[in-house]
């Protein structure tokens, strides 16, 4: 039978560190739903390296269902690459189910005309462009409570320095409570004629990849001034997020609730490497030579950990060390950079957390790499047989194949056997500091090499810890450089707890995380349209 669903989502929650808190009467609201729950791990596989978890939520699709392996595109003629935004159609477009949203990240409300609700007020990592429907709704937001009080600083890289964790760990709790009043009042009194409300609140996830060394004995920042500071503020934002779900599910208890994360959170291990070194390999791998030039202090560092000072930005740090050759591809866009008017440069520059947005001409989202230091090795990707693309999760390689690029050299013949060769350099690489093996598993795209799409990589380079420097046989030393993110996408599930009328409480063992949505649509009386991924739990929950 139709049920009224309340749908939270909760960006960034680490199953085993919530049992952990539970179990310390921390999260007494949490603790309760998940005692009157049925409780699933949700296992979102290879998928998680895509790191586009919500636009699996809000399309309902998986990477091969929908086409689309990475949030960075990249164009096969210019050898440029972009991140863009929510592209799919939201799942709840195809459902006569009345559907509120309040910041789901990747949920686009111009694709979904007959839904309503909120879009990026303060999503981490929104994919959608700010807006809502009815139009006037988000201007009502702003003006009762406020604009998203961390919306410069949700990315910020705070561990060198206690008093800034300090900071965003405070108003990282003040953006919860501020959500949870917000969300209140939008389902409670401004829009309460819904059928599925969906509610994502993104501050662990902003959290966790801030605080996460704090939490983790293990973790080889845990030992600086920061940590007892970060590993406070974290669960800080852990019992916020707790009273959130207390205050929503009290505002609506005829509602059947489902929380849910599509995956877990542990230690960042990708960024050094996914950012800087697999593109410095290749391109030592194609010229014999280097472009990264590490600081001696860097290579000096006691522990192998180079340190950054209190208030440096990571990406400008790193990009220092990275001299560019001559090699003047981008010429052009330095002459414009010189008779640019100022005020046009300021509307262009990347904001405070990196990211230069625009939109595309379909009007979605469109965000800019130039933070990223893989963007200063890509002058040289037209003349290499393979190169690492941006990638803000695994190390992600594209190759130059000719009839695919427009300047590849790679026979379709001789595919597999460069395959061959680049696995091989990269498994021959060490960890600089404790001489293990870089690398966990290399996953090969399939098929033919000419139908490989424009967010598709030919090799997926899954690391196998949080390696700051390589050192391989033939090419030298490369690092180390200093971590940027101590948290990460690297938790082995997620979690969903179903609360409801005739919904049985207990474990229900591990299912796929792209079944989540279509146990939603089932919730609510209805069937979910064709082509959609996974499928639903609820008979499972129902009739145990």
Not at 72 to 93: K, N, Q
Not at 208 to 229: K, M, N, Q, Y
Not at 456 to 468: F, P, Q
Request: with cysteine; proline share 8%; net charge negative.
């Amino acid at each position: 039978m139709p049920r009224r669903v309340l749908a939270i989502g909760l960006d960034g929650y680490e199953q085993s560190l919530g049992h952990t808190l539970m179990a310390a009467g921390e999260l007494p609201h949490l603790a309760g739903l998940r005692d009157r729950s049925a409780r699933l791990l949700l296992d979102h596989g290879p998928a998680t390296r895509t790191g586009l978890a919500w636009e699996h939520v809000s399309s309902g699709r998986s990477p091969a269902d929908a086409g689309r392996w990475s949030a960075v595109d990249f164009d096969t003629e210019t050898y440029r690459v972009w991140h863009d935004g929510a592209s799919l159609t939201p799942f709840v477009d195809g459902l006569s189910s009345r559907t509120f949203i309040f910041d789901p990240p990747y949920f686009d409300l111009r694709l979904a005309p007959r839904a309503q609700g909120v879009m990026n007020w303060g999503a981490h990592d929104p994919g959608v462009a700010v807006g809502s429907r009815p139009s006037e709704l988000i201007d009502e937001v702003l003006t009762r409570f406020g604009r998203y009080p961390v919306r410069d600083t949700m990315y910020d890289i705070v561990w060198p320095s206690p008093e800034r964790a300090h900071r965003l760990g405070d108003a990282l709790v003040h953006a919860t409570e501020i959500r949870t009043r917000a969300a209140r009042w939008l389902i409670e009194e401004r829009c309460p004629d819904w059928d599925l409300a969906l509610v994502v609140a993104g501050e662990l996830h902003s959290a966790t990849e801030a605080f996460w060394h704090g939490i983790d004995p293990t973790h080889p920042l845990h030992s600086l001034p920061s940590a007892e500071v970060c590993a406070d503020r974290l669960r800080a934002v852990y019992r916020a997020t707790d009273a959130l779900v207390g205050e929503l599910t009290a505002a609506c208890p005829d509602a059947t609730v489902v929380a849910f994360s599509m995956n877990g959170m542990g230690p960042n291990r990708s960024d050094a490497a996914s950012m800087v070194l697999l593109s410095e390999l290749l391109y030592r791998h194609a010229f014999g030579r280097p472009l990264l030039r590490v600081p001696r202090r860097w290579e000096r560092a006691a522990g192998g950990l180079p340190m950054l000072g209190r208030d440096q930005d990571w990406s400008q740090v790193v990009k220092t060390a990275i001299t560019q050759h001559a090699e003047p591809l981008d010429t052009a866009r330095r002459i414009a950079a010189r008779v640019m008017p100022e005020g046009i440069k300021r509307l262009l520059r990347p904001s405070h957390n990196g990211h230069a947005p625009s939109v595309t001409p379909s009007g979605a989202l469109r965000l800019g790499l130039e933070w990223m230091p893989t963007e200063l090795y890509e002058p040289y990707w037209h003349t290499m047989r393979c190169f690492a693309l941006p990638s803000f999760y695994d190390g992600r390689v594209r190759f130059n194949v000719a009839g695919r690029e427009r300047e590849g050299t790679i026979a379709p013949a001789d595919y597999q056997s460069v395959c061959d060769e680049i696995e091989t350099l990269v498994r021959a690489c060490r960890d600089l500091h404790t001489g293990e093996p870089i690398v966990d598993h290399v996953a090969r795209s399939t098929g033919n090499p000419l139908a490989i799409g424009p967010s598709e990589s030919d090799l997926v380079i899954v690391w196998r810890g949080a390696t700051l420097g390589f050192e391989h046989p033939d090419l030298g030393r490369i690092g180390p450089l200093p971590y940027r993110r101590t948290g990460g996408h690297t938790g082995p599930h997620g979690m969903a707890y179903f609360a409801g009328d005739d919904i049985v409480a207990g474990d229900f063992g591990v299912r796929s995380s792209f079944d989540v949505v279509p146990s939603i649509v089932d919730l609510l009386g209805e069937h979910l349209p064709p082509g959609f991924s996974g499928e639903s739990v609820l008979r499972t929950l129902t009739d145990r």
